[in-house]
């Protein structure tokens, strides 16, 4: 008798809108997907890579299926037992540890990592080897959103959730393309819009893309002038009178100092530097200053960027010296890449937080980790290397070994020659990845076979604070583990049995909350069983508000700061005035363009997931790159010639499309192509710039200067 199917709740992986899905395992063995219809998020919804995702995880012909080591680099990779491989690579980091200190080692991880997974790989490196050598892809696109809201509302805390949508009546996006990149929460954007034709929607942006497209007013500055626009319509906001100025004086500082910085230019200035009419800064300014609801959105376009704090701080003042935060349709929303960057953040992630928001600098926060984890090594006083410091590490031989879980920095990371030659000189490399398709396994000295999506059980935390339960639904081929179990089994061959002894990621999760306690992002009330039936929560969530939530469908805090008390010390928010010059390498005669990197629809990162999916591939099968009509014809190009982009870094070949859809002297080449799927000619970043926002570290992926030539005619 066949089984009848059986349908499973989970997260789609891709983007951080975190939509619902609905897995069945139909009676012939095959899967069908569809939208949650019950999820917050999603409302059934699903954008084409999330309709196509099971695909993913059915195509199972480039899997790693078994562990593989090799003992110096001229030999190939032979199949080994799972002791065997963890044993060599605990062998290795006992070896380097020893003799260079544990900061010779390093684990750089993704915001495609779930929840538990962020919390073991913190703890083993943190609290047992002794560095804070972890970083994650997360790095590369929400650092900079990370510190502008620690400097602005005193913590990494999204104030909004997806429900202010519809309470908004101006939205203003800015550096982002959700109508490609979050295109789920687009739809509701525009679904709104449709039912309140009032609604007023500001695309800012040096392209016109399909969310400019769509816009009310599209603001085309020139790249790298996102924070003289911000101080030109706070400028017009304080002559308009739009200001809140009992928000200001009960709840703010720095108001003053502000006032003083955007006064320094004139409106006339201001559109000059921004190269768009003054008009149009002025409309802008008056849809913001008379709404009801003012809703920003924001992602690559001011996060990846050399001055990217300074650009969310200029953004976020906007709502805090107008009162527009902490009520319904108000306040700033970083639309997050990665479907757990959020978790990432929570579970200390990154090189320089401890989990629960906890930071290494402070002493009281290590203190407290040493206790509840019971170190054997006091935790580092100082961050450890971030995700472009771990290769310059490398390549200077300061950094040892790496250990790579489900990244593929040989595509994703800035100056890609610089990182490649890092690799090929590195001593000892771990790859933990779920298939040969990430270009960085070849250069291994130790492979992990990981379990995909849906083939291990977990949690994510999307855009909006919401955390969901991913459940196990396959097993995973071959000999594949899921990456809890594969740190879990290291841990303990490094000699820390006791405090690594889980036998379920239910077990780590319960674990991993209870540090939570007393912290903003209290999630003490929650557990993978609270998940499974409640489907999802938004932190901060306590056990005591759990309690009292019983009854509640969806518990949590849909919105932060409701009562105007941020988390600084003061518990005032605190506006900033920041100079607005971008710093970005210059253009010259040699590299007069400037290149833009970005993301089209139907690919995700470095192609390692839609890269498989047929259909997807047919949107945009080939790289390209869009060069204004008087840049090309300046350069003798036609539409489909041949060219060859360079910049003082390196070399990129692709055909051209001519379009105004790009400034005149501003080129874009999206970043999903590796040498997998192409070739090293291919990878947009060969292109683009070393340098990274001095505060979040994060690269200045949106302004590379270029050149472009014409290489064949069509
Ligand atoms: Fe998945 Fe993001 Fe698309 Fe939703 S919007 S289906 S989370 S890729």
Not at 117 to 145: H, P, Q, W
């Amino acid at each position: 008798m066949k089984p009848s199917p059986t349908s499973y709740k989970s997260t789609c992986c891709y983007c951080g809108v975190g939509c619902g899905v609905v897995v069945t395992k139909e009676s012939n063995g095959q899967l069908s997907l569809e939208g949650d219809k019950e999820h917050p998020s999603n409302k059934g919804m699903l954008c084409s890579k999330g309709m196509n995702l099971h695909y993913t995880v059915m195509d199972q012909s480039d899997r790693l299926l078994y562990p593989q080591v090799r003992l110096n680099r001229s030999m190939p990779l032979q199949r080994a037992t799972w002791d065997e491989a963890l044993e060599r690579t605990a062998a290795v980091f006992k070896t380097l540890i020893k003799k260079f200190g544990p900061d010779s080692v390093a684990f750089y991880v993704s915001g495609q990592c779930l929840t538990e997974e962020y919390y073991l790989v913190n703890k083993l490196i943190k609290g047992f080897i002794g560095s804070n050598n972890i970083d994650t892809n997360s790095r590369l696109c929400m650092s900079s959103a990370v510190v502008g809201y620690k400097l602005s509302l005193g913590e990494d805390s999204v104030p909004v959730c997806y429900d202010d949508i519809e309470a908004a009546d101006v939205m203003y996006v800015t550096g982002a393309n959700p109508a490609w990149c979050h295109p789920i929460i687009w739809r509701r954007v525009e679904a709104h819009k449709t039912a309140n034709p009032a609604t007023k929607i500001i695309c800012v942006d040096p392209r016109v893309t399909d969310t400019a497209r769509s816009a009310d007013l599209h603001l085309q500055i020139r790249p790298g002038t996102d924070i003289v626009l911000n101080n030109a319509i706070g400028r017009l906001l304080i002559e308009n009178d739009y200001l809140d100025e009992r928000f200001i004086a009960d709840h703010t500082d720095g108001f003053e100092l502000f006032r003083l910085q955007v006064m320094q230019r004139t409106l006339a200035e201001a559109a000059d530097i921004c190269g768009v009419p003054s008009a149009d800064i002025a409309l802008a300014a008056e849809w913001i200053g008379r709404s009801k609801g003012f809703l920003s959105f924001w992602t690559m376009g001011l996060n990846q960027s050399v001055i990217g704090v300074n650009k969310n701080l200029s953004l976020i003042n906007l709502h805090l010296i107008t009162g527009k935060i902490g009520k319904p349709g108000n306040g700033p929303f970083s639309l997050t890449g990665q479907p757990n960057a959020m978790g990432g953040r929570e579970t200390g992630g990154l090189a320089n937080i401890l989990p629960g928001h906890r930071e290494v600098v402070n002493a009281a926060h290590r203190e407290e980790m040493e206790q509840f984890w019971n170190t054997p090594v006091r935790i580092a006083d100082k961050p450890g290397l971030t995700a472009t410091e771990m290769f310059e590490a490398l390549a200077d031989d300061k950094l040892k070994a790496i250990w790579i879980i489900n990244t593929n920095p040989l595509v994703s990371m800035p100056d890609m020659n610089a990182v490649e030659s890092a690799l090929k000189k590195s001593r000892f490399v771990v790859v933990q990845d779920v298939s040969n398709r990430a270009d960085t396994v070849h250069f291994a000295d130790v492979v992990l076979p990981a379990a995909a999506w849906l083939e291990k059980d977990g949690s994510m935390t999307n855009a909006e604070r919401r955390i969901t339960y991913l459940p196990k639904v396959l097993d995973a081929p071959g000999e594949a583990l899921p990456d809890s179990e594969i740190l879990w089994r290291f841990a303990q061959k490094m000699g820390f049995e006791k405090a690594f002894n889980y036998k379920t990621n239910a077990d780590v999760y319960a674990e991993y909350v209870k540090v939570t306690k007393g912290t903003t992002i209290d999630v003490t009330g929650v557990s993978h069983q609270l998940l499974k039936e409640k489907r999802s929560v938004q932190w901060p969530l306590s056990s005591l508000d759990a309690e009292r939530s019983a009854e509640v469908r969806q518990p949590g805090t849909k919105r932060l700061f409701t009562d105007h008390q941020f988390y600084t010390k003061n518990k005032r928010a605190q506006i900033h005035a920041v100079p607005d010059e971008n710093t970005s390498e210059p253009t010259d005669n040699q590299f007069p363009l400037v290149l833009t990197s970005g993301r089209i629809r139907d690919q995700w990162h470095t192609m390692t997931k839609t890269g498989r999916v047929a259909k997807l591939n047919k949107h945009i099968p080939q790289p390209f790159l869009q060069i204004h009509p008087v840049d090309a014809q300046e350069r003798g190009i036609q539409e489909g010639s041949l060219v060859t982009v360079s910049s003082r870094r390196g070399e990129v070949r692709v055909k051209a499309q001519i379009t105004t859809d790009v400034r005149k002297g501003l080129c874009f080449l999206p970043m999903h192509w590796g040498k997998i799927l192409g070739s090293n000619l291919v990878r947009a970043n060969n292109l683009t710039s070393p340098l990274v926002d001095p505060k979040s570290k994060e690269p200045d992926f949106k302004f590379s200067a270029v050149q472009v030539a014409l290489y064949q005619k069509p």
